[in-house]
C-alpha cells in the first residue's frame, strides 16, 4: 500500500514541474484548437480534422508518404529491432487493405499501416511503458501524429480562406512584381518549354515537400534512441509553426496566384471567368492602377507569404550541417520547390521574398526560445517581422511606385530578403559552441 502511496507522490510531483505544466497547457490548446477548427469547417458542410483523420483509420488516406513519413519520425525513439518491427507490421496491415480494396473496387492507397503503428505506440506507450521512457515514446507519437494533423488543419484552413474572403489582392502583388521583372511569367515559360519531364519532377518536389522534411529531420533526430531525449531545436519544430501562423497570413492578405487570376487555373480550365485576363505566362500584366477583385469560392487565398517556399527555406537552413549528400539535396530541394511556385504560377515573385523573410524569422525565434533570449535573438527576430510587415504594406500600398521604378525598389526587395538572411547567418554562427582550445603545457625547469 505504501509503494502505491509513493508512486503517486512520484507523478503528481513529476506534472507539477514546469516542463509538464507548458506540455499540458500546450497539448490542450492545440486540441481545443482542433475541436474549434471542426466546427468552423462543418458549418461549411464538410468534414474537419479530426473526422478526416480518424478515416484514415479505415478508409484510403489521402496521403500515404505522409503517413508513412510521420511513422519514420516516431521510430526515432525505437531500437533497430523494433523499427523492423513496426515497419513489418504497417507493410503487412496495408497489404490486407490493399487486396480487400481491390476486391471490392474501392480506391488504391497505402498508409492505414502506418497509421495505426502510430496509434499502437501511443496505446504501448500509455500501457506498457513507465517513466522516462513512456515520455519519450509519447514524444515520438505525438511528433509523428502532429506532422499528420498540420497537414489536416492546413486543408482545413485553405477552406476557410475561400469561404470568408471573397474578394483577393492579386492585382496589388501583380503590380509590384514589375519591380521583380514579372518572375512568375519568365519561370513559367522556362517550365513550359522543358515539356513534361521538367513538370512532372517539379510537381512531384512540389507536392512531396513534407517527405524531404522528414529526411533532414531524421538525421537530425538519429541520436534521440540512443540519447533518450529530444535535441532543443530541429527541423520539425519550425516546419510545425510555419504551417500553424502562415495561413493566419493568408486571412490578412488573400492571394490566389497568377494562373488563377491571370490564367486558365491550375485544370487549365474554368478559371478564365473569374481573371483579369487570360495572360499568364506568356503576356505579362499591363501598368494599372490596382484594385480588389472577387474571385471564385473554390480557390485557397494561399499565396502571401509562399509557405512551399518557407519550408524549403527550412529543408536548405537545416540540410547545412548534414553530410554532403543530404546538403545537395537540400539545396535541390530548394531551387526546384522555387521553379515549381513560380513556374506553375501558384506564386508572385513578391510571395516568395515574404515566404523566406517569414522562415527565417520563424526559425531564429525557435532558436533563441531553445537558448533563451537575449539581446542578439530579439533584435534578429524583430528585425525579420519588421522587415516582413514592411514587404505586405509596401505591396498593399505603394504597388504603382514600385512598379513605375523598378531599378530602385526591385532591388530593395532582394537587399531586404539578404538582410535578414545575412544577420540570421552572422548571429547564428555566433550562437554555436566553440570548442577551448587545448591548453599547452609550459615547461617545466629541470631539477639540478
Not at 527555406?313 to 546538403?327: N, Y
Not at 523566406?356 to 531564429?364: C, E, G, L, P, R
Not at 505586405?392 to 538582410?419: D, I, N, T
Request: proline share 6%; charged share 15%; aromatic share 10%.
Amino acid at each position: 500500500m505504501s509503494s502505491r502511496i509513493d508512486k503517486r507522490k512520484t507523478l503528481f510531483a513529476a506534472w507539477r514541474q514546469p516542463r509538464a505544466i507548458l506540455w499540458t497547457v500546450a497539448a490542450v490548446v492545440a486540441l481545443g484548437f482542433l475541436v474549434a477548427l471542426e466546427i468552423a469547417v462543418r458549418h461549411y458542410g464538410v468534414a474537419g480534422p479530426i473526422t478526416n483523420q480518424a478515416r484514415e483509420v479505415v478508409f484510403a488516406p489521402k496521403s500515404g508518404p505522409l503517413l508513412y513519413a510521420s511513422m519514420a519520425l516516431m521510430m526515432v525513439v525505437l531500437t533497430w529491432r523494433e523499427r523492423f518491427i513496426a515497419a513489418g507490421v504497417a507493410v503487412g496491415i496495408d497489404v490486407v487493405f490493399f487486396v480487400v480494396r481491390w476486391i471490392v473496387g474501392a480506391d488504391m492507397m497505402f498508409g492505414n499501416g502506418a497509421l495505426w503503428v502510430l496509434l499502437g505506440y501511443g496505446v504501448i506507450a500509455l500501457t506498457r511503458r513507465t517513466g522516462a521512457e513512456r515520455v519519450l515514446l509519447l514524444k515520438g507519437v505525438g511528433l509523428g501524429l502532429l506532422l499528420v494533423a498540420g497537414r489536416k488543419t492546413g486543408d482545413a484552413w485553405l477552406l476557410i480562406t475561400w469561404k470568408t474572403r471573397p474578394t483577393v489582392l492579386d492585382q496589388y502583388v501583380a503590380t509590384a512584381d514589375h519591380a521583380l521583372g514579372n518572375p512568375s511569367w519568365v519561370v513559367g515559360r522556362m517550365v513550359e518549354a522543358t515539356g513534361t519531364v521538367g513538370t512532372h519532377v517539379l510537381e512531384w518536389v512540389y507536392i512531396q515537400l513534407a517527405v524531404a522534411a522528414v529526411a533532414v529531420a531524421l538525421y537530425q533526430l538519429r541520436h534521440v534512441a540512443t540519447e533518450r531525449r529530444f535535441p532543443g531545436h530541429h527541423l520539425v519544430r519550425t516546419f510545425l509553426v510555419i504551417g500553424l501562423l502562415g495561413p493566419a497570413i493568408y486571412m490578412i492578405f488573400p492571394v490566389v496566384g497568377p494562373v488563377f487570376a491571370y490564367g486558365p487555373g491550375a485544370s487549365g480550365t474554368g478559371g478564365v471567368q473569374w481573371a483579369v485576363a487570360d495572360l499568364w505566362p506568356h503576356t505579362p500584366p499591363s501598368l494599372t492602377a490596382p484594385s480588389q477583385m472577387t474571385y471564385d469560392d473554390l480557390t485557397p487565398r494561399n499565396c502571401m507569404p509562399s509557405l512551399h517556399t518557407a519550408w524549403a527555406t527550412t529543408i536548405f537552413i537545416h540540410s547545412r550541417k548534414g553530410p554532403r549528400a543530404l546538403r545537395i539535396a537540400g539545396a535541390f530541394w530548394l531551387v526546384a520547390t522555387l521553379g515549381a511556385t513560380l513556374g506553375f504560377g501558384y506564386h508572385y515573385g513578391a510571395d516568395i521574398i515574404a515566404g523566406v523573410v517569414f522562415a527565417v524569422t520563424i526559425d531564429a525565434a525557435l532558436r533563441s526560445h531553445d537558448r533563451g533570449w537575449d539581446r542578439s535573438g530579439a533584435l534578429l527576430v524583430g528585425y525579420g517581422a519588421a522587415v516582413f510587415t514592411a514587404l505586405l504594406v509596401s505591396y498593399r500600398f505603394v504597388p504603382m511606385e514600385m512598379a513605375r521604378h523598378p531599378w530602385l525598389f526591385g532591388p530593395l526587395l532582394v537587399l531586404a530578403m539578404v538582410s535578414v538572411v545575412h544577420i540570421y547567418m552572422r548571429t547564428t554562427r555566433l550562437w554555436e559552441p566553440k570548442l577551448a582550445p587545448a591548453q599547452q603545457l609550459e615547461p617545466q625547469p629541470e631539477m639540478v
